[in-house]
């Protein structure tokens, strides 16, 4: 086995016992911090797949952002430590069967494709690629990516607001 | 089915990063580890009160915490996914010309309106008038 | 660098700026004196609409050009650029009145109203998924804070949570979808992605079906199609009506929009896998819309079903996949599109004190008490329905007969007896309004100039649209041709 084969299985192991621990434990800040292991193994597949780049979007945004956010909303939220939140498992069965169904269909679509990969070699850092693609081609969802942030800033400045008298 | 790399360079390269990431974790996880097996584990209830340096804790350490706390990182969020998309701006603008330069100061522009505007509405005013009137 | 054609996105441009005009306005207008937030939107959608409007006259002013390959002027783009900034035209009209009654905040009520706007503008006239992706993001993430504006009522924050979670799973799978696109053709461009699926190997062929499914998913979360339309009686129920008014009427229209740029435009090549899954999408949703609709009593989440069953009468037009059938949808979102607008309008103009018209008992007794208003209505009720002179009845016989031409009669079918349920629904609330003497007091709001306009407007374009159908149904062939 290779060296990036056993990093690749290591960070297998990482994001599923992880991501088990974030769907089946009954306390909703174990989930947060579980997820941390997850996402920081999702940015670890990133890194293996030559995409440095978002390897470090995963860890500045999610691990640094989202994260955050999400144990925010948890102290934040009253008596949480007497809530028991446990997923009920109604409907098991279907729900093993369809999660299955889909999982097959994924990967037999994801292994048996002829996918329409680009040709040369990896580049060995993205970020100049990425922003002359920013600069050149996709130059308009670029700056309209602007608009979406602003118009996310103000809902979401314009929900946590309380109520105002004018 | 495992990854294979065209360049073998390009992992090396990012070995420093993974044992740096390693021994960040096992530094941590290894000490609590190593003390949970050599120490004594005597427990009284007076042990399993929250330490405060020596003071009589008062209340759980589980406290509702000030709702203010989520604005401000629902707007660090906003700008971090900003920072997200100015910095492959940064690292190319210089070799595109001045264009490119005008293009990236356009996309803070529209931002710094976002921000003119949660600062004008006192969105980040950490105590607000109706906070001081009310109970 | 080569020049680059900034012309398609002029309208879009516009509205956006003015968006950022009124957000700043209000912002730094000083306490106790009002910023002119409405004046501005008018005057900026006004001109955003005169603007594309031009644009369609005529070649020189930018009609069929095109922005780096990202978003063009074709005459579908220029159709719906004039159709939506029409209908949000009409919601700013009707949005003073409603919310000095209803309470909530205005000034980024207005500003994100735009800027939902400039993500429908976006998404019609996108030709690159990315593109196209980033604007449906902007219209949704604008859409799902005004649901909450109304913010002292648990309904309205209820409709927020839920429009959010449901359409985030909505971008996923369009996201997805595209990305499986993109993995078989190697490129985001629409027309690259066309000529990726029509010479794809048979191996290729399960990956293209797949995106195509993911792809219906997505969309069919948007357009309120069963079974992905649980979130739309609820969120329609609790958003404030004049964001209703404008989710019915605009995001529908969009959605559409991009659904057909997508699935008729790029991926005809595919038509023989998704064509039998948007058929019997169409018949479920028509079923359960129209069933879904008999039950309710509350006229907000009647129209909500209402508007689900249209999201199959339209997927109905769509199994042609001709020219014919995207003439059809065009011409009847325009006509569904003025209906919405002017019942949800009407519910709002009559609303009071936070209370709006929303039972048979409400509205009994309206054709004595309100003649105008109610005579309104009637007009709305029966264009839904489909009944001649109205531009539903033109509409719905176009559809129909798209689908028909493409060998589903049954479909069309359903689609007929499923109008004929909805007869009952709909005159349900004609007979209250014209049969039942009025219960207690009038208690409801005079509806003011503007938004008798607006009213008006609307009436004039759905009586318009079923006595001389003719201008619009060229517009909407031309707008067919361009994108096939």
């Known amino acids: ?74 102290m934040l939220t009253h008596r949480i430590q007497d809530l028991d939140l446990r997923a009920e498992a109604r409907q098991l069965v279907p729900g093993l069967f369809v999660a299955a169904g889909v999982f097959i269909l994924l990967a037999a679509v994801a292994t048996r ?34 608009i979406l942030l602003l118009v996310a800033l103000i809902g979401a400045a314009l929900i946590v607001r309380k109520r105002e008298d004018a | 089915m495992p990854p294979t790399l065209s360049s073998a360079d390009f992992l090396t390269s990012w070995s420093a990063v993974l044992l740096y990431f390693v021994a960040a974790v096992g530094f941590v996880a290894g000490g609590l580890i190593f003390w949970w097996v050599i120490r004594p584990s005597r427990i009284t209830a007076e042990k399993l009160t929250t330490y405060e340096c020596g003071e009589e804790p008062i209340g759980g350490a589980w406290v509702q915490f000030n709702v203010r706390f989520y604005v401000f990182a629902l707007v ?51 105590v607000r008038l109706d906070d001081r009137v009310s109970p | 660098m080569p020049a680059v054609d900034l012309r398609p996105l002029l309208p879009a441009l516009i509205v956006a700026v003015t968006a950022l005009v009124v957000l700043l306005a209000q912002a730094f207008t000083p306490k106790g004196s009002r910023s002119p937030s409405m004046g501005l939107t008018v005057t900026g959608l006004a001109g955003a609409l005169l603007l594309s409007l031009t644009m369609a006259s005529d070649g020189r002013y930018g009609r069929g050009a095109n922005t780096g390959g990202s978003v063009v002027a074709d005459d579908f783009t220029l159709f719906f650029h004039v159709l939506l900034i029409g209908l949000a035209l009409m919601a700013a009209l009707l949005s003073p009145a409603y919310y000095r009654e209803n309470g909530g905040d205005r000034g980024e009520y207005y500003s994100l109203m735009m800027f939902s706007l400039v993500g429908m503008l976006g998404l019609v006239s996108a030709t690159e998924m990315i593109s196209m992706f980033v604007a449906l993001e902007i219209m949704s993430v604008a ?12 309904e309205s924050q209820e409709a927020a949570l839920k429009y959010f979670v449901t359409g985030a799973f909505a971008s996923a799978f369009l996201l997805f979808g595209m990305a499986l696109l993109y993995g078989l053709s190697g490129s985001t461009s629409l027309a690259r992605v066309a000529r990726g699926v029509a010479t794809a190997t048979p191996e290729q062929i399960p990956l293209a079906v797949l995106g195509c499914g993911l792809l219906i998913v997505g969309f069919g979360f948007k357009v309120a199609s069963v079974p992905f339309h649980m979130w739309t009686p609820d969120v329609y129920e609790g ?48 079923v359960i819309g ?50 919405n607008m002017g019942t949800f309008g009407l519910i709002a103009s009559l609303s009071k004190g936070g209370r709006e018209p929303l039972s048979l008992q409400d509205v009994a007794g309206l054709g004595a008490r309100r003649p105008a208003i109610a005579a309104s209505l009637t007009v709305f009720l029966i264009s839904l329905t489909g009944i001649p002179i109205s531009g539903g009845f033109v509409g719905k016989f176009y559809l129909f007969g798209a689908a028909v031409n493409a060998g589903y009669t049954g479909l069309a ?42 009213a008006l407007i609307a009436v004039a374009v759905t009586l318009g649209l079923g006595i001389w159908p003719a201008p619009v149904l060229d517009l909407a062939r031309a707008a067919a041709l361009s994108l096939l």
């Not at chain 1, 002829?114 to 990425?130: D, M, V």
């Not at chain 2, 971090?80 to 264009?99: H, Q």
């Not at chain 3, 995207?326 to 569904?336: K, R, S």
């Not at chain 3, 909805?422 to 209250?432: G, T």
Request: charged residues 10%; proline residues 3%; aromatic residues 12%.
């Open chain 1, 1 to 74: 086995m290779t060296a990036s084969a056993v990093v690749f299985w290591v960070l297998t192991l990482i994001v599923l016992a992880s991501a088990a621990v974030v769907v089946l434990s009954r306390s909703l800040i174990n989930s947060a911090f579980a997820l941390l292991a997850t996402f920081s193994g999702v940015a670890g597949f990133y890194v293996l797949l030559g995409a440095d780049f978002l390897a470090a979007v995963q860890f500045l945004v999610y691990v640094g952002g989202i994260l955050i956010l999400l144990v925010f909303g948890v």
């Open chain 1, 113 to 146: 494709t002829p996918w329409a990969i680009g040709a040369g070699r990896l580049p060995s850092a993205t970020t100049a690629e990425i922003g002359r693609a920013f600069l050149g081609k996709y130059l308009l969802p670029f700056e309209a990516a602007s």
């Open chain 2, 76 to 126: 660090f969020l906003v700008f971090d996914v900003e920072a997200v998309f100015l910095l492959p701006w940064a690292v190319v603008f210089r070799e595109l010309g001045a264009i490119a330069f005008l293009e990236g100061l356009f996309f803070i522009a529209v931002l710094a309106i976002g921000l003119a505007y949660v600062w004008r509405k006192g969105d980040l005013a950490w």
């Open chain 3, 143 to 154: 859409l799902y804070a005004l649901c909450g504006t109304r913010r002292d009522q648990v």
């Open chain 3, 239 to 286: 958003a404030p009506t004049t964001v209703t008014a404008l989710m019915a009427a605009g995001v529908k229209a969009a959605s559409f929009g991009a659904f057909l740029r997508v699935f008729l435009g790029s991926l005809p090549t595919l038509r023989e896998e998704w064509v039998p899954a948007l058929a019997a999408l169409a018949a479920i949703t028509m």
């Open chain 3, 290 to 339: 129209n069933l879904g609709a008999l039950a309710q009593s509350n006229l907000k989440r009647m129209l909500a079903f209402s508007s689900v069953a249209h999201a199959g009468y339209l997927m109905t037009g769509m199994v042609g996949t001709t020219e014919a059938s995207a003439q059809a949808i065009l011409f009847y979102l325009v006509a569904y599109g003025a209906v």
């Open chain 3, 413 to 454: 079918i359903i689609g007929v007896l499923m109008s004929v349920v909805s007869a009952y629904y709909y005159l349900r609330v004609v007979v209250a309004m014209y049969m039942r003497e009025p219960e207690g007091e009038d208690v409801w709001s005079t509806p003011e100039a503007p938004g008798r306009l607006a």
